[in-house]
């Protein structure tokens, strides 16, 4: 008599170390799995609303005694971040324990911009009060509570007019700032070492190049964006657009590449090789965009709006893929990515600096290894049914505040008009008498060099 019994070896069932991978026993016949794509897109749908339901990126917020004005992250040290408020008052800001270090005193007048030395120990700020100060940045103590102190400045540059930006040079003791003129100043000389002028009555914003730290660009009162280098001492080229640029922000990643923040509601990024065009127009606020700054990954960049928003760009996408408001927030004036492409710091005229994660729904804090799994899981899953309709529509809806979302629906409406009106013009009309430009080239009204 044959009795059939079934006979399994222990040793290919089991994990001879708890290191070792599990087995996993699965026929992946297709003829088994018949609804295998079908549970795939159930699971991809529930993941796309888990991901808006546990969106909030919100963390916490700063208190200053004034309108933010200038913020700066530290190059060296994550958790340290300098703001400067209206009132003159510069804050050292522990961010991990939301508390202050220091109070840096000594500006009568509105802090214009402030930037931290490439070593993290020291910064520069400067104001309408026509000075520039050296401060000391101390590092935060593992001790708890309180620790907020007044400090004064070491060393005092003085100006021959109000200064309306600045930036420190990412490989020496030098820094620039922006005025009637740009100005190059050294740590050890109370004069500017060298100056430079191209046709615009005041200069608003500018920044060093962090991959080619002698190259900086400029933003003027003159609507031009020009290029300079410390090297030849001579200017490179100059952009002249139609409307005024606020501020400049270089891709840390890809060394010609920068993006400018532009009053007419729209960041446009360009090639420092080729400024006839716009590589790409990031659109969606509704007011003058007045800050940008890019992640350190150089792949996205953070805008702060006049509209009272703040929006998260990749760097070669068109419409944002964050916005970030609150109730009480009012115009931006600044804003900043970490040190690590984690969070964000945006600062208002509602006196707050306030943190906000870069990704909305990430989950804080440290996780198991199959909590990451299932994030990573979920995350693959929404990106390979990305294109269908309710997995689209869900995973880029975001709710606006009536103001912006009616603001944003007039501009459309303005649009649409002025394209009918364009094209009835060139159907009306001699065939090649219409010239059309596109929308990277529209903005662009000289070129100079």
């Known amino acids: 008599m044959k009795v059939k019994v079934i006979n399994r070896n222990e040793e290919e069932y089991t994990r001879e170390r708890s290191q070792d991978l599990r087995k996993v026993h699965k026929n992946l016949d297709p003829n088994l799995h018949p609804f295998e794509k079908a549970v795939e897109y159930t ?124 930036d420190h040079h990412w490989g020496r003791n030098s820094f620039a700032t922006a005025g009637p003129q740009v100005d190059i100043w050294d740590h050890e000389r109370s004069e500017p070492v060298n100056s430079f002028t191209w046709g615009a009555d005041s200069i608003m914003s500018v920044r060093f190049n962090p991959a080619e730290a002698d190259v900086m660009a400029t933003a003027g ?43 007419d509601c729209c960041l446009y990024t360009y090639d420092m090789r080729k400024l006839q065009s716009a590589t790409c127009v990031h659109k969606d606020f509704v007011s003058a965009v007045m800050d940008v700054d890019y992640s350190p990954t150089g792949r996205e960049f953070v805008a702060g709006s006049y509209d009272r928003s703040v929006r ?52 804080m804090g440290t996780l198991l290894p199959r909590e990451r799994q299932k994030h990573e899981y979920q995350q693959a899953l929404v990106e390979r049914y990305k294109h269908l309709p309710d997995v689209k529509r869900i995973s880029r809806h975001r709710h606006l505040p009536t103001p912006i979302y009616k603001a944003a629906k007039l ?29 990277r080239k529209k903005k662009v009204v000289a070129e100079l060099e």
């Open 43 to 166: 699971r991809a749908l529930n993941a796309a609303k888990l991901d808006r339901v546990f969106a909030k990126p919100f963390l916490a917020s700063l208190p200053h005694d004034d309108g933010i004005t200038c913020l700066s992250r530290n190059p060296r040290r994550l958790n340290s971040l300098v703001s400067g408020c209206a009132d003159g008052e510069l804050r050292i800001w522990d961010v991990a324990a939301q508390r202050p270090l220091r109070n840096l005193l000594g500006h009568t007048s509105e802090v214009k911009g402030v930037s931290i030395t490439q070593d993290g120990d020291a910064c520069v700020s400067c104001s309408t009060d026509c000075t520039v100060k050296l401060w000391k940045v101390p590092f935060a103590p593992d001790e708890a509570g309180p620790l907020l102190q007044n400090d004064r400045p070491v060393f005092e540059f003085r100006g021959k007019g109000a200064f309306r930006g600045i």
């Open 312 to 363: 998260i760009f990749s760097h070669n996408g068109g419409h944002s893929k964050e916005v970030y408001h609150t109730k009480r927030m009012q115009r931006i004036f600044a804003v900043r990515f970490s040190g690590d492409g984690s969070y964000v710091f945006s600062g208002s005229d509602d006196m707050n600096v306030r943190l906000w994660k870069a990704q909305s729904s990430v989950q």
């Open 221 to 263: 009162s003159d609507r031009g964006i020009a290029l300079y280098d410390l090297r030849t001492s001579t200017p490179i080229r100059k952009l002249i657009m139609q409307t005024k640029t606020n501020s400049i922000a270089w891709n840390p990643m890809e060394a010609f590449n920068f993006t400018a923040a532009n009053e």
């Open 411 to 439: 501009r459309r409406t303005m649009t649409e008009a002025d394209n009918k009106k364009q094209h009835n013009r060139i159907a009306h009309s001699a065939p090649g008498s219409v010239k059309v430009k596109s929308a």
